[in-house]
């Protein structure tokens, strides 16, 4: 699988942005697909996951509320809306792919159950 991140941007304390991951392959709709972040001088972070079939998601608590994932599986792409972004949400963005053979175990929240990652886009939110 490889994953295509865009939607990054400057944007102002307050205001939203629309992240999307776009994947090729077949077989998108075996993954789990996630969000995690990394800011300078800081370690990756979780942000959000999403089941292979939507019916899971999960969020990192500073995100909780303000922070929705999505999914398509006929257009192979997931999204991330952020809302009400603050200053200390400026990082990189990553999406990346979870393998979900086994659809009763759930997509991982940490960065080792990922198998595949995209490359990245800037989000930077100015105070």
């Known amino acids: 699988v490889q994953l295509q991140a865009s939607g990054g941007g400057l944007v102002l304390a307050g205001g939203s942005l629309r992240l999307s991951c776009a994947a090729s392959?077949?077989?998108?709709?075996?993954?789990?697909m996630g969000w995690f972040r990394q800011a300078p001088g800081k370690e990756r972070e979780f942000v959000a996951a999403?089941?292979?079939?939507?019916?899971?998601?999960h969020y990192a608590d500073s995100v909780q509320g303000r922070f929705t994932i999505s999914r398509d599986n006929a257009e192979n792409t997931v999204w991330l809306q952020m809302n009400s972004l603050k200053a200390e949400d400026t990082a990189i963005y990553f999406c990346?792919?979870?393998?979900?053979?086994?659809?009763?175990?759930?997509?991982?929240?940490?960065?080792?159950?990922?198998?595949?990652w995209g490359q990245g886009t800037q989000v930077t939110v100015s105070s």
């Open positions: 392959g077949r077989t998108f709709n075996m993954y789990g």
């Open positions: 990346a792919a979870d393998w979900q053979g086994d659809p009763i175990v759930d997509v991982g929240t940490t960065s080792s159950a990922y198998d595949f």
């Open positions: 999403i089941s292979w079939d939507g019916g899971s998601t």
